[in-house]
């Protein structure tokens, strides 16, 4: 059985490429292709089409006219997206001919079953990867996921120009804070495209380290799967303005801080880290969180109830079977 999956696919983004791996570890049955654009092409001989996972409901779909007719012929579902955002006319057309939405978060719920009342609310996604990791921590070590999307840039309102060089000003202390205590700090990019380049955030932010010379970017595979949960297992401590930061430290039971400019970081499924807001955030802010934080001693036991996805994969699996 062959599906196609619609998403923010192909960009070099580590929460998209978990999507692919989630996907096939909830779905082992089925073959699945992922694309950011659909055409008529490319959904030759497909049994349904899937859109999601993430957070991309405001903005209009790849998709031709033409090929939106035949897209209509077939099981449409929209999985683990998130509905926190406005949705797309276009999105909102394909919503209400969905056999299923399963959104990852209750945040948008009843905007959603006005659209549709076939809604059901799950994890994200990524979640229901099987964690094999097993890797020795390093003492006293913190990874920073910065996020490009709150760098401004020359087009953009000059309240976000404020706001990022409040955040730099303060951050960077927070970081020589950590440098000073003997903590090891390192950057890595979650996202990193031509368009989209965490890094760059990350080169932004360690200019005004003090000590700079002490922090390091290391290089994520954000192709491989156990690449990534090698490498971030290896930490005591993340701080996230990635969402896919949150869910990878809570999977691998890593003490968190996210630092939210988006509804979605704002809270996680297990709520285990701390929230601190981007727009309101201080030296004193991140050390007292990041205080708490590293004396938090996690239960590295709890796991995700295996049951959390019956019900989708039940919907799912039984329209795909009537195909």
């Known amino acids: ?28 049955h089925i073959t699945f292709t992922f694309s950011d654009i659909i055409t008529v092409e490319n959904i030759k001989d497909v049994s349904a089409v899937f859109f999601g996972g993430g957070s ?13 007719k035949l897209i209509e012929t077939l099981p449409i579902f929209y999985v683990g997206v998130g509905a926190e955002t406005q949705i797309g006319s276009v999105h909102r057309d394909l919503m209400k001919r969905a056999v299923l939405i399963a959104i990852r978060s209750p945040a948008g719920l009843e905007k959603v079953k006005e659209i549709n009342k076939n809604v059901i609310v799950i ?12 890797v020795k921590k390093v003492s006293k070590s913190v990874l920073i996921l910065p996020n490009i999307y709150v760098v401004p840039n020359n087009t953009d309102e000059h309240w976000k120009f404020n706001a990022w060089e409040h955040f730099k000003f303060e951050f960077s202390q927070f970081i020589d804070h950590l440098i ?11 996202c990193k495209n ?3 380049n965490d890094e760059y955030a990350a080169i932004e932010i360690i200019n005004s380290i003090r000590n700079k010379e002490k922090v390091n970017v290391v290089n994520l595979n954000v192709n491989n799967k156990q690449n990534i ?14 969402f896919h930061g949150i869910i990878l430290a809570e999977i691998l039971r890593i003490p968190n801080i996210s630092l939210f400019h988006h509804d979605k970081l704002k809270s996680s499924y297990l709520n285990e880290g701390a929230f601190i807001s981007y727009y309101a ?12 934080a590293s004396r938090t001693k996690l239960d590295q036991s709890l796991l995700l ?13 039984s329209v795909l079977s009537e195909d």
């Open 305 to 317: 109830k295996s049951d959390i996805y019956d019900e989708l994969k039940e919907k799912i699996n």
């Open 281 to 292: 955030s201080s030296k004193q802010t991140f050390i007292d969180q990041f205080n708490i």
């Open 56 to 68: 991309f409901l405001n903005s209009d779909p790849n998709i031709s006219p033409e090929c939106l």
């Open 1 to 28: 059985m062959n599906v196609k999956v619609f998403g923010w696919y192909k960009k070099h983004n580590i929460g998209d490429n978990l999507f692919c791996v989630a996907f096939r570890e909830l779905f082992p």
């Open 180 to 190: 000073d205590h003997e903590y090891s700090v390192n950057f890595a990019a979650m």
């Open 123 to 134: 994890p994200d996604l990524v979640y229901a990867i099987k964690n094999e990791c097993v």
């Open 229 to 242: 949960f090698n490498e971030f297992s290896k930490y005591e401590t993340i701080i996230t303005q990635r």
């Open 194 to 196: 031509n368009k989209e």
